[in-house]
């Protein structure tokens, strides 16, 4: 396992739409696990494959730090509702913006063993997969963002 580089801000490959994964291969269960890593390193609930330079559609998402989801092909089925709150990106470091999202969300996805199953979230993991569903598709929170960005610690102290 290897911690990746985390693409940022105006790198193209955060502006493209991922190609489907359609075999489990030595090179997709080594890059899920140094996205695992990434992720906890750099103290990340989520990170998408485009964030460190893969064009494929998997994300890795953990709002426990304890229970890590992996999610292969994800696409939500279902929403309902809405939250507003806080949100910051591992690709944008230092900010954060309100931002409106589904309060309850419902995704179909295969797991590491191509195996298909659901995710439901509220709260913090529906944000979660909100967010880096639409990375999978070459969208970032900045284009929701309601106001202008804030530095991280700022917001913090609101």
Same mark, same amino acid.
């Given at each position: 396992? /290897?911690?990746?580089?985390?693409?940022?801000?105006?790198?193209?490959?955060?502006?493209?739409?991922?190609?489907?994964?359609?075999?489990?291969?030595?090179?997709?269960?080594?890059?899920?696990?140094?996205?695992?890593?990434?992720?906890?390193?750099?103290?990340? +609930?989520?990170?998408?494959?485009?964030? +460190?330079? +893969?064009?494929?559609?998997?994300?890795?998402?953990?709002?426990?730090?304890?229970?890590?989801?992996?999610?292969?092909?994800?696409?939500?089925?279902?929403?309902?509702?809405?939250?507003?709150?806080?949100?910051?990106?591992?690709?944008?470091?230092?900010?954060?913006?309100?931002?409106?999202?589904?309060?309850?969300?419902? /995704?179909? /996805?295969?797991?590491?063993?191509?195996?298909?199953?659901?995710?439901?979230?509220?709260?913090?993991?529906?944000? /979660?997969?909100?967010?880096?569903?639409?990375?999978?598709?070459?969208?970032?929170?900045?284009?929701?963002?309601?106001?202008?960005?804030?530095?991280?610690?700022?917001?913090?102290?609101?």
């Amino acid at each position: 396992m /290897a911690i990746r580089n985390i693409r940022e801000l105006g790198e193209e490959v955060l502006t493209k739409k991922c190609r489907e994964v359609t075999e489990m291969t030595p090179r997709i269960k080594e890059l899920i696990q140094d996205m695992l890593e990434t992720m906890y390193d750099a103290n990340g +609930v989520g990170l998408a494959a485009p964030q +460190v330079g +893969v064009l494929k559609r998997i994300v890795v998402i953990d709002t426990t730090g304890d229970d890590p989801h992996i999610l292969i092909n994800p696409r939500i089925v279902e929403s309902s509702g809405e939250q507003t709150g806080q949100e910051g990106c591992l690709s944008i470091p230092g900010k954060t913006a309100q931002v409106t999202r589904p309060a309850y969300v419902k /995704a179909v /996805a295969l797991d590491a063993d191509m195996r298909e199953f659901e995710l439901e979230g509220t709260e913090l993991l529906a944000r /979660a997969i909100c967010h880096e569903l639409d990375h999978l598709d070459g969208h970032l929170y900045i284009e929701k963002a309601e106001g202008p960005l804030q530095d991280a610690a700022a917001a913090d102290d609101e």
